[in-house]
């Protein structure tokens, strides 16, 4: 079945230690999302690549970061994590970047910062 | 204004029941809307798209009012299963697809 995998799905990482997260998909979506959600809180979006463009979302902080080496994988390094950082990150996609292009999740990763 | 704001409940009904869920969202430029579903520590998982007027997909429907800036959910014949948070989510514009997220609405179903 075509989908979203997001690894790992459980991640302990040292306050300050850089950790990275994987996301692959094999829909062959163009667009690739990485937003942050916080308990009893709405996903925020961090940034989406649009094919090989990165857009960032002007209020996520210089600490996160992407990357987008081909069309199927996504990554998302935090350079320094905070206590703060710690949350679930899901990855999504969508075929384009239209305004009816439905988005499709991957099933998170939660990251705990010690 | 939050842009896309949603009673959190919870909603507690019993099986069976049918319940409704409301959310009203700020742009007025927004042209597509959709109910996504939320289980507890999973991913959002997309339950209906709203383009029109409404859709409606088995026991779930969903009604636009572009008017009033209003979307809403109906779920009839409520099961177990139906426990989860739902997420009103719109699109900002035509052009990249922003999705804009409510805090979602808790419903327990309980026997």
């Known amino acids: 079945d075509a989908m979203v995998i997001q690894n790992p799905r459980y991640q302990v990482t040292q306050f300050g230690k850089p950790v990275t997260l994987s996301c692959s998909q094999t829909l062959n979506h163009n667009v690739m999302y990485w937003y942050q959600q916080k308990s009893s809180q709405a996903p925020k979006l961090l940034f989406h690549?649009?094919?090989?463009?990165?857009?960032n979302e002007a209020d996520t902080p210089d600490n996160f970061q992407s990357r987008r080496p081909n069309t199927s994988f996504c990554f998302l390094d935090i350079r320094s994590p905070g206590l703060g950082d710690a949350a679930m990150y899901l990855c999504?996609?969508?075929?384009?970047?239209?305004?009816?292009?439905?988005?499709?999740f991957g099933p998170g990763t939660r990251l705990t910062v010690l | 204004r939050k842009e896309v704001e949603q009673d959190p409940g919870p909603f507690n009904v019993p099986e069976g029941a049918t319940v409704a869920f409301n959310c009203t969202y700020s742009?007025?430029?927004?042209?597509?809307f959709f109910w996504y579903r939320q289980d507890c520590r999973k991913e959002p998982k997309l339950l209906m798209s709203v383009y029109s007027s409404g859709n409606e997909d088995g026991r779930f429907t969903a009604q636009l009012n572009r008017a009033s800036q209003y979307i809403s959910l109906l779920i009839r014949d409520s099961k177990l299963s139906d426990s989860a948070t739902y997420l009103c989510?719109?699109?900002?514009?035509?052009?990249?697809?922003?999705?804009?997220f409510g805090t979602g609405t808790r419903l327990l179903v309980s026997p």
């Open positions: 690549y649009y094919d090989k463009d990165f857009n």
């Open positions: 742009n007025s430029a927004s042209q597509s």
């Open positions: 999504a996609t969508s075929r384009g970047a239209g305004g009816y292009n439905e988005q499709f």
């Open positions: 989510v719109v699109n900002g514009n035509t052009g990249f697809q922003k999705l804009v």
